[in-house]
């Protein structure tokens, strides 16, 4: 009986709304400016000052101006984690850094000309970043059902889907129970690979890209209602 009166006279309604507008800034709440790079390039744009005044929406958690922060990295700590635990898999990945960092300096060390010493990279984290360009795949494969039959039909991936697969076939590689390794030297393994377009993840790019080019003549189905 309560429910159908607060129902009736729109206390429902009403109280929804308010929550949304409380939830949600006004449309003449501009993005926060975090990044010093961008702030510096509105200055000598002379926009600065036109900013000064309006209201600004909160910066999100995840943002920060530091120079050592890394969106790509922070993301791939995402992916990495499980039941929440953040902490960890940022030591986690940290660990993996550092078997990378040894890796690549012994085979610095090892080198024996400057030019051999020059194409070794030795930051893990641009090595990371060169694992998830190499990655990335250009097609993907959908189920089509035309005519009782099912199909696979190549279709062009988008930049964001492509980096959460490539990002994900790298988690997946390190997670792999077949080899009784750590995690933090399995996924150095990898990224290493992957930087020099070899590896396991890399050959799975290149296996569903051959099985794309197998199912283009299916390529037609994809605009057919």
Not at 62 to 77: E, G, M, R
Not at 195 to 224: F, M, P, S
Request: hydrophobic share 35%; glycine share 4%; proline share 4%.
């Amino acid at each position: 009986m309560l429910r159908k009166l607060i129902v009736s006279t729109g206390f429902v309604k009403s109280h929804a709304l308010n929550a949304r507008w409380m939830s949600v800034y006004p449309p003449y709440y501009i993005e926060p400016i975090v990044k010093k790079e961008d702030q510096e390039r509105l200055k000598e744009e002379n926009t600065f000052k036109e900013l000064a005044h309006k209201k600004i929406k909160a910066a999100k958690t995840n943002v920060t101006s530091s120079s050592l922060q890394d969106p790509v990295v922070s993301k791939f700590i995402n992916y990495i984690m499980e039941g929440g635990k953040k902490e960890l898999a940022r030591e986690v990945l940290e660990k993996g850094f550092q078997n990378i960092k040894r890796s690549q300096l012994e085979r610095y060390n090892l080198a024996k000309t400057d030019e051999e010493r020059e194409a070794i990279e030795l930051n893990p984290r641009v090595l990371l970043h060169q694992a998830i360009e190499n990655c990335r795949p250009l097609m993907r494969l959908v189920n089509v059902k035309r005519g009782g039959t099912n199909y696979k039909v190549p279709i062009p991936i988008t930049e964001k889907r492509s980096y959460f697969m490539s990002m994900k076939w790298l988690v997946e590689a390190g997670n792999d129970k077949a080899q009784p390794v750590r995690f933090a030297d399995k996924i150095a393994w990898e990224i290493i690979d992957a930087a020099n377009n070899t590896g396991r993840v890399i050959k799975r790019k290149q296996d569903l890209h051959k099985e794309c080019e197998a199912n283009r003549a299916y390529a037609h189905y994809r605009w057919l209602s």
